[in-house]
């Protein structure tokens, strides 16, 4: 089995920073991609960012220039630095992995419970 567990959210006010992290454990024989998703109340779960296990990163249009991801391989560990938040950041932050465990043959997703990021003044 795999687990995803985060850490770091919380209330914040507009123009503060957070820093997300989530620590993957278990079986895992290998990890292809983590990275971050978020869903708001009312609205459909939207990817916010990714890192390969080579460092290719991808972000969400609307979190450019303001979040940052990156990892720690040999610790399973993705962190989201998130600055300059806005209220339109609010939402559950959940922690994504695409890998191996072992004893299977594919690759799969697997997912965090999610952390509450709420940005209000």
């Known amino acids: 089995q795999v687990q995803l567990v985060e850490s770091g959210g919380g209330l914040v006010q507009p123009g503060g920073s957070l820093r997300l992290s989530c620590v993957a454990s278990g079986s895992i024989f290998s990890i292809n991609l983590m990275g971050w998703y978020r869903q708001a109340p009312g609205k459909q779960r939207e990817l916010v960012a990714d890192i390969t296990s080579r460092g290719r990163t991808n972000y969400a249009d609307s979190v450019k220039g303001r979040f940052t991801i990156f990892s720690d391989n040999a610790k399973h560990t993705v962190y989201l630095q998130m600055n300059s938040l806005k209220p339109d950041d609010t939402a559950v932050y959940y922690c994504?992995?695409?890998?191996?465990?072992?004893?299977?043959?594919?690759?799969?997703?697997?997912w965090g419970q999610g952390t509450q990021v709420t940005v209000s003044s």
């Open positions: 994504n992995m695409n890998g191996r465990a072992w004893g299977t043959a594919s690759e799969l997703p697997y």
